[in-house]
C-alpha cells in the first residue's frame, strides 16, 4: 500500500507556506508602522449577498487584521447601481488610508464588472485585474500581479529553486484570473510556455513534456496519471465540488490526484494553492503600500 501512495516529501504544502507567508508579512508591517507611523489599508467591496461571496470577505477581514493592517468593509445592496459602485471606488482611489481595493467577483448581473475593476487605481489595484496590471505583467514592468498565479510562482521557486530558466512548463487553462497571468510570470523566468484550453487538440501528449506542469480549468480529474512526466511538479489550481458516493461532498483538484504518484512534486485539494490566495492578496496589499510610500518593496 505504502509504495502506491504520493510519497510525503512529494506534496507540497500549501497550508503551511502560507501561514510561514502570513508570518513574514505581519513582521515587515510591524516594522513600516514603527517607520511610518501608517499601517496598509486593504478596502473590500462586497455588492449583494452571495453566501459564498460573503465567506470569502469575512475570511479576508479576518486574515488582513490578523496581519495588523488595516480592514475596510464596504457593502452595498444587492440592487446598488454602476454609479454608485464607480462612486465609491472613486473614493476609495483617492483614500489616502486606502492603499489595495478589491471588488469581489462576481457582481450581480445588472453590473459591468469590467467598467467597475478598470475604475479602480492601479496602484491599488491588489487583485492584478486592470488591464494596466496585465500590460505591465506582460512587458515586464513592475506590476500588481494576480495573487492565485503569484501563489503558485511561489510554492513553484521553493520546491524548484529560484532559478526556472529554461524549464518547459505547461498551463492548462487561458482565463485572464489564472491562466494568463500564470503563463506571463512563468515567461518572465525564462521558462519555455505552452498554454493548452478547451480547443486544444493534443492536450494529453503536450502535458507528458511538460517540467511544470500547472491546471487552472475547474473540470475534477481531468489530468490523469499518465499525462504527467516522471518527475514533473504539478500544480493544481482547481477546486471542484463533488458527491462521494455516501452521498456527501468534498473538494477536489483538476488533477487525478491519486494516479500522479510519479510526479515529483504535487499540490493537493484542498491545502495546495487555495491557502495562498490570500496570503498573496495581503503581500500585494504590502507591496502597494512600499510602492505608494516609495520604499523598497524587500
Ligand atoms: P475559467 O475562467 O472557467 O477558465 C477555465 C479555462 O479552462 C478556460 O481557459 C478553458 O478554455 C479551459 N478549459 C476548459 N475545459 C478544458 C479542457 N477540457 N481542456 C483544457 N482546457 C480546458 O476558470 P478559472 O477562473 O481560471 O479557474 C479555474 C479553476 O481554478 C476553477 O476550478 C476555479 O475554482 C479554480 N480557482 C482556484 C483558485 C484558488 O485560489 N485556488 C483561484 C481561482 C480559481 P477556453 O478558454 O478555451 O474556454
Not at 496602484?123 to 500588481?144: E, W
Not at 521558462?191 to 473540470?219: E, F, M, Q, W, Y
Amino acid at each position: 500500500m505504502g509504495m502506491d501512495r504520493i510519497a510525503a516529501g512529494a506534496i507540497i504544502d500549501g497550508k503551511q507556506f502560507a501561514a510561514g507567508l502570513l508570518e513574514d508579512i505581519t513582521a515587515r508591517v510591524a516594522k513600516l508602522k514603527d517607520a511610518t507611523g501608517e499601517v496598509p489599508g486593504l478596502a473590500v467591496v462586497l455588492v449583494g449577498a452571495d453566501p459564498a461571496s460573503a465567506v470569502y470577505v469575512g475570511s479576508k477581514h479576518r486574515q488582513t487584521i490578523a496581519a495588523g493592517m488595516n480592514s475596510f468593509k464596504h457593502e452595498l445592496p444587492a440592487d446598488a447601481t454602476q454609479d454608485q459602485l464607480m462612486a465609491l471606488i472613486d473614493r476609495l482611489n483617492v483614500d489616502p488610508a486606502v492603499h489595495g481595493i478589491l471588488v469581489q467577483l462576481p457582481l450581480p448581473a445588472h453590473l459591468d464588472a469590467n467598467a467597475v475593476i478598470q475604475e479602480i487605481n492601479p496602484d491599488k489595484d491588489v487583485d492584478g485585474f486592470h488591464i494596466s496590471n496585465a500590460g505591465r505583467l506582460a512587458t515586464g514592468q513592475p506590476a500588481l500581479v494576480p495573487c492565485t498565479p503569484l501563489g503558485c510562482l511561489m510554492l513553484l521557486k521553493d520546491r524548484l529553486g529560484a532559478n526556472l530558466s529554461g524549464l518547459h512548463a505547461v498551463v492548462v487553462g487561458k482565463s485572464n484570473i489564472v491562466g494568463k497571468p500564470m503563463a506571463q510570470l512563468l515567461l518572465a523566468e525564462n521558462c519555455t510556455v505552452t498554454v493548452a484550453h478547451s480547443r486544444t487538440k493534443n492536450t494529453p501528449d503536450l502535458c507528458r513534456a511538460a517540467d511544470i506542469l500547472i491546471v487552472a480549468v475547474g473540470r475534477p480529474g481531468l489530468v490523469r496519471g499518465d499525462w504527467i512526466k516522471p518527475g514533473a511538479v504539478v500544480i493544481d489550481v482547481g477546486i471542484n465540488r463533488v458527491e462521494t458516493p455516501e452521498g456527501k461532498s468534498r473538494i477536489v483538484g483538476d488533477v487525478a490526484f491519486e494516479e500522479a504518484r510519479h510526479a515529483g512534486a504535487i499540490t493537493p485539494v484542498p491545502g495546495g494553492v487555495g491557502p495562498m490566495t490570500i496570503a498573496c492578496l495581503l503581500s500585494n496589499t504590502l507591496t502597494a503600500f512600499c510602492r505608494q510610500h516609495s520604499i523598497s518593496v524587500d
